[in-house]
């Protein structure tokens, strides 16, 4: 697919995340204003409330824009998803005669604040990454034991909490919890030691399902909405003792964070790919008709505090088994009902070599191997480092970008339990 050129020159360069093919959806809010709806474009959002306000956007039963998130657009469902990028296309084309019109309702990015762009209804991790799940496993059960048994057969996971999905910027603080090593006779409340990061894709869910009826992969394919890049924090010492047998549980919780702009599936259309070949059949339920994972290259960056970044990773979201919409399709298989607003995560994306992985316990392979990092090395956060996720479908010439989702680690409450007088 070729670039479709735009008035807003920037969002011709290369380097910019937000050519006239992207047009995320994010809000955003500018000095003491209101949160809103907008698109980016090159170095700027599009005020898309302002233009529907005006009359410049004209959607079938709306308006959908008058609320600062996203869930209503998707409520309306694809029709209206499709025809929102066609008008939006055609009034920032090279040329268009609406210009002059539209060219008040851009901001530059550099001038406002981004907030979360949807309301997160609820919250799901799988564990859909096959190197990911070899390399934990065997750090965990030795190489022989290393995926379960149920792992080639069933995307597994979790339901996280929505509460603490947080937007791009959002400090995180270390967070206490009870922990215990393998030498200690009792456990310990204490603040984690071990404190990570998951290099994610999240699906966010633009329609609902209805309770006690499962979806097919190919419903669920268009159910999805778009994507965002997903940090799913976690307390590897707190995960340790706590997981057996129910899983994750308060090591997840801290925070999730995610980029502020959701990158619609329909923008990701020509970077379509197939989930790897399969070790052992599917059931039928999970077959996948088509294509339906995507290629977006990604990559993790971590800063120590005054010092530059160091790429630490480099992987690719086609290195999943499982996509998506076979994900969002198993979740319904007991019945359960999935909601506009719901995310999923898609697992921990790391890729074969050892600079593809996606979790600084990977990379230091459980902390047996540091690794290096300007200003020193690292084997999990440490204080005040800066993470940061980065995502691209790579285009002729141009890319499909994410933004980046970045998080700050702060450090740990002197007394979680402290209270103010
Ligand atoms: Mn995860």
């Not at 469902?77 to 008008?87: E, F, M, S």
């Not at 750090?139 to 057969?153: D, K, Q, S, T, V």
């Amino acid at each position: 697919m070729s670039l479709h050129l735009s008035w807003v020159d920037s969002a011709n360069l290369a380097r910019s995340d937000f050519p006239l093919n992207n047009l995320p959806c994010g809000v955003f809010s500018h000095g003491p204003e209101d949160p809103r709806c907008g698109m980016a474009i090159g170095d700027f959002v599009l005020d898309l409330t302002a233009l529907e306000e005006e009359g410049l956007l004209t959607l079938t039963g709306g308006p959908y824009l008058d609320v600062p998130f996203w869930n209503e657009v998707m409520e309306a469902g694809p029709d209206i998803w499709a025809d929102l990028r066609a008008q939006v296309t055609a009034h920032l084309a090279k040329g268009a005669p609406t210009r002059a019109a539209i060219e008040p309702h851009l901001l530059p990015l550099g001038a406002v604040t981004l907030h979360l762009p949807f309301l997160v209804s609820e919250y799901t991790d799988f564990y859909s990454g096959k190197h990911h799940a070899m390399n934990v496993g065997t750090m965990m059960r030795g190489a022989e034991n290393a995926l379960p048994p149920n792992w080639l057969h069933i995307p597994i996971g979790y339901n996280g909490r929505a509460s603490s999905v947080v937007v791009s910027g959002t400090p995180v603080r270390r967070p206490w919890g009870q922990v215990k090593g393998p030498d200690h006779a009792v456990p310990a409340f204490q603040p984690s030691r071990r404190f990570d990061i998951e290099l994610e894709l999240g699906a966010v869910v633009g329609q609902g399902s209805t309770l006690g009826r499962p979806v097919t992969v190919e419903e669920a394919d268009a159910m999805i909405f778009g994507f965002v890049l997903l940090n799913d924090w976690s307390a590897r010492d707190i995960q340790g003792w706590e997981y057996q047998p129910l899983g994750p549980f308060q090591a997840k919780a801290t925070a999730t964070t995610i980029s502020p702009w959701i990158v619609m599936t329909a923008a990701l259309e020509a970077h379509r790919t197939s989930t790897p070949e399969r070790e052992k059949p599917l059931l039928p339920y999970l077959h996948e008709p088509r294509p339906m994972l995507f290629d977006i290259e990604l990559e993790v960056a971590l800063a120590p505090m005054g010092q530059p970044e160091t790429v630490i990773a480099r992987t690719n979201y086609k290195e999943m088994y499982y996509s998506a919409a076979q994900q969002l399709a198993h979740h319904t298989t007991s019945g359960c009902a999935m909601n506009v607003g719901d995310l999923l995560g898609s697992g921990t994306i790391s890729g074969p070599q050892k600079g593809n992985r996606g979790s600084l316990m990977e990379l230091s392979w459980g902390g047996k191997e540091p690794f290096e990092v300007a200003g020193g090395t690292r084997s999990f956060i440490e204080d005040n480092d800066t993470l940061t996720l980065r995502g691209y479908a790579r285009g002729d010439g141009f890319k499909i970008g994410f933004g980046a989702c970045v998080g700050q680690v702060i450090p740990a409450l002197a007394d979680p339990y402290a209270r103010k007088k």
